[in-house]
């Protein structure tokens, strides 16, 4: 299936997806028919093992129609009883995304706000506990995508384990490049969607969760459409959505499964990721481009890169120069900072970066920008 025709996405998803993965949404099955439970039950199985853990070792999965965010909200929403309190620990906008949702659903809330280029530091973390006994909650993202910054989950973790609190982790781009063991790091919810690293295409998001834990959540939902609860029995029990699932999306999502097996699981997709990321600082670098991220918290998923100081650069035309020629960036998200950013993730290689630095000096060169060949 050629599908060169289409753009490459350097972007943190919806992501350059293989033609195996797009092929294999060209079935049309019943929601109740038994192919799809299986499948269903079978992705559920496939996510916990990722995760290092298993329904045996109390865990299970729950998927959600939906973007990566419904998944978020139906955490916060569902697993936060009335007289709960949330931490935050926000250092981009996905921490602030959660703080907004707790505070559509007057759920009582801690920000912690830390600048977007450091991580939360476990000590002030432990210092909040120390100080507030009334929290119940701790919600940290890992892959801060605002910035590609990756956030301490282990040893927050560790923290929330020995204060008793229940930690949900965001870890929607870095999941499936990133190894993780919730048992290991004391995660109560993990978070992920279809269309980041696993690299299928948009439609559901999926919770990992301590079994013990959600079911402490029946009845504790603000709305219907979100109830993980509810969600999660009805998966348990007859193994459907209670609302018309994304048919076509699981199937390309079990396809993508397979070739991130094919690749030699995480850690063999971790390589190709790192080696992008690798090629990609280089050449920037070389091109007079500076990160925005100290190396020591750098990841390997996306990567902020800030303005060149040229007087002629214009990032909506720098950003268009490189869409015609088939290659799509990021804008930054950042408060206070001129950044762009480039996604090293999805069906891209390192040949695909290579082209992609070409492109990236030639579309200089036409701002009269011009930069010193590679060596
Ligand atoms: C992509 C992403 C989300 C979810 O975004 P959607 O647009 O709703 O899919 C949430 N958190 C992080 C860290 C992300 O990278």
Request: hydrophobic share 40%; glycine share 8%.
């Amino acid at each position: 299936m050629g599908n060169r025709v289409d753009k490459l996405l350097f972007t943190p998803g919806p992501l350059t997806t293989s033609g195996t993965v797009k092929s294999a949404m060209l079935q049309d099955l019943g929601s109740r028919d038994n192919a799809f439970i299986e499948k269903v039950t079978s992705i559920r199985a496939r996510l916990l093992s990722m995760a290092n853990v298993s329904a045996a070792a109390g865990y299970t999965s729950i998927i959600i129609q939906g973007s990566g965010t419904f998944g978020i909200e139906a955490v916060i929403s569902s697993a936060i009883p009335a007289n709960g309190h949330l931490l935050i620990l926000i250092n981009g906008v996905y921490g602030e995304r959660i703080s907004k949702i707790a505070s559509i659903h007057k759920i009582l809330q801690t920000r912690m706000v830390f600048p977007e280029n450091q991580i939360p530091d476990p000590i002030l973390v432990r210092q909040m506990l120390e100080q507030d006994p009334t929290i119940t909650h701790v919600a940290i993202i890992h892959c801060e995508t605002t910035t590609g910054i990756i956030n301490p989950i282990e040893a927050i973790g560790e923290i929330c384990s020995e204060y008793r609190k229940t930690y949900i982790v965001d870890a929607m781009s870095s999941f499936g490049a990133y190894p993780v063991d919730m048992e290991a790091s004391h995660i109560d919810f993990l978070i992920s969607s279809s269309n980041k690293c696993i690299e299928g295409v948009p439609g559901f998001s999926f919770v990992l969760a301590r079994t013990e834990t959600i079911k402490t959540c029946e009845n504790q939902a603000r709305t219907l459409t979100l109830d993980l609860f509810a969600q999660w029995k009805g998966l348990e029990s007859d193994g459907q959505f209670r609302f018309t699932p994304p048919t076509h999306v699981l199937l390309a999502f079990a396809r993508a499964m397979d070739e991130l097996d094919q690749e030699g699981g995480v850690a063999g997709r971790m390589l190709r990721y790192k080696e992008n990321y690798e090629l990609l600082s280089e050449g920037m670098l070389q091109m007079g481009f500076k990160e925005y991220i100290e190396p020591g918290n750098r990841g390997y998923i996306i990567t902020c890169f800030h303005y060149p100081t040229h007087p002629d650069f214009s990032f909506r035309n720098f950003y268009n120069s490189l869409s015609d020629k088939g290659f799509v960036i990021y804008p930054g998200k950042l408060s206070q900072v001129d950044c762009f950013r480039i996604g090293n993730i999805g069906q891209i290689r390192s040949t695909d970066i290579h082209r992609l630095l070409l492109a990236i000096r030639t579309t200089l060169g036409e701002y009269g920008i011009t930069v010193p060949l590679q060596p």
